[in-house]
């Protein structure tokens, strides 16, 4: 099956969040990995489509409770430096795995097509670099 291409790029992986922790994917929550965004599809009656960009993810946590191990679930936690989520929990979902993996490479990939490290995006309080920073004024 030919990988999707969307605004973000290929699609690399897709998942959807389940419902508790019986594995039905009863919810409206989809989370989709591309070359360069986590795109975040929600909704029924009003969808609502976000967006993280892959440069801006800095770090993930992955964790499973013990139910979630039964039913072969899993959590990710991941962190960024986006404004409408700074902090995406990624619940319930299959493959939690292979989708961190897919994520941490898409990351570092992006990284790389655009020439940028971690520390060229946040500083030490890890806001974002802005021109009045660097102004000899201060």
Known sequence: MPAKTTSGGRELMRER?????????WTFTKYILTEKKIIIQSGLLKSVENEILMYRVTDMTMSRTI????????????????????????KNIRHIR????????AVENDRIRMKMRQSEIIDDRHDFYDEDDFDDEH
């Open 17 to 25: 969040k389940r419902w508790g922790f019986f594995g039905i994917p």
């Open 67 to 90: 139910w979630q191990k039964m039913f072969g679930l899993g959590t990710l936690v991941i962190y960024a430096h986006d404004k409408t989520n700074p902090t995406l929990e990624v």
């Open 98 to 105: 292979e989708f961190k993996n897919t994520l941490s490479d």
